[in-house]
Antibody, heavy 119, light 105 residues
Framework: EVQLVESGGGLVQPGGSLRLSCATSGFTFNNYEMNWVRQAPGKGLEWVAFISISGTLMYYTDSVKGRFTISRDNAKNSLYLQMNGLRAEDTAVYYC????????????WGQGTLVTVSS | GPTQPPSVSKGLGQTATLTCTGDNNNVGNHGAAWLQQHQGHPPKLLSYRNNNRPSGISERFSASRSGNTASLTITGLQPEDEADYYCSSWDRGYVFGTGTKVTVL
């Protein structure tokens, strides 16, 4: 059974930092590209970041460039998102989602972890 | 990113067609995937590039594209089809559509 389990969310003050993790199992993690996608309360989906299989290629949405860093550890089948300089507008449920390169995107999703940025 | 109508309402058993209007940089060049999201749950992939369905997705869901507009057609609407639907494409990173809430009357 494929599982993606996000953790690390919580309440943080503006300007603070959090590191999200996504632990995966049930599929060959080092054959998949990975993404972070977020959803603010009552809003639509917003793609946040992408990382290639090797971890050498990353893309970010403009609003998080310079603040967020996506990374992965293929030996641990895990994906990470380091979030610095958090703002109120970063408040959202953060999902990790996989891409099967050359085949399909967003095929597996985790249940999400809530990040709340507030003083 | 691509634009979707905010809501679509159809009767039980009817057909709903959802649209996703992008531009030459995203939908027109890269096509679109479609995802379904029920309240309180993560999204689920319904259709991916070249309008294919992942394993386990009902044939009642079919996708197509014409130029810069992608479409998702849901035939024989069922109560469980009531959900939010998003298209996604690529434009120097992934982009999601604005989402359409489908109501089954």
């Amino acid at each position: 059974e494929v599982q993606l389990v996000e953790s690390g969310g919580g309440l943080v003050q503006p300007g603070g930092s959090l590191r999200l993790s996504c632990a995966t199992s049930g599929f060959t993690f080092n054959n998949y590209e990975m993404n972070w996608v977020r959803q603010a309360p009552g809003k639509g989906l917003e793609w946040v970041a992408f990382i290639s299989i090797s971890g050498t290629l990353m893309y970010y949405t403009d609003s998080v460039k310079g603040r967020f860093t996506i990374s992965r550890d293929n030996a641990k089948n895990s994906l990470y998102l380091q979030m610095n300089g958090l703002r109120a507008e970063d408040t959202a449920v953060y999902y990790c989602a996989s891409d099967n390169p050359g085949v399909m995107e967003f095929d597996y999703w985790g249940q999400g972890t809530l990040v709340t940025v507030s003083s | 990113g691509p634009t979707q109508p905010p809501s679509v309402s159809k009767g039980l058993g009817q057909t709903a067609t959802l649209t996703c209007t992008g531009d030459n940089n995203n939908v027109g060049n890269h096509g679109a995937a479609w995802l379904q999201q029920h309240q309180g749950h993560p999204p689920k992939l319904l259709s991916y590039r070249n309008n294919n369905r992942p394993s386990g997705i009902s044939e009642r869901f079919s996708a197509s594209r014409s130029g810069n507009t992608a479409s998702l057609t849901i035939t024989g609407l069922q109560p469980e089809d009531e959900a939010d639907y998003y298209c996604s494409s690529w434009d120097r990173g992934y982009v999601f559509g604005t989402g359409t809430k489908v109501t089954v009357l």
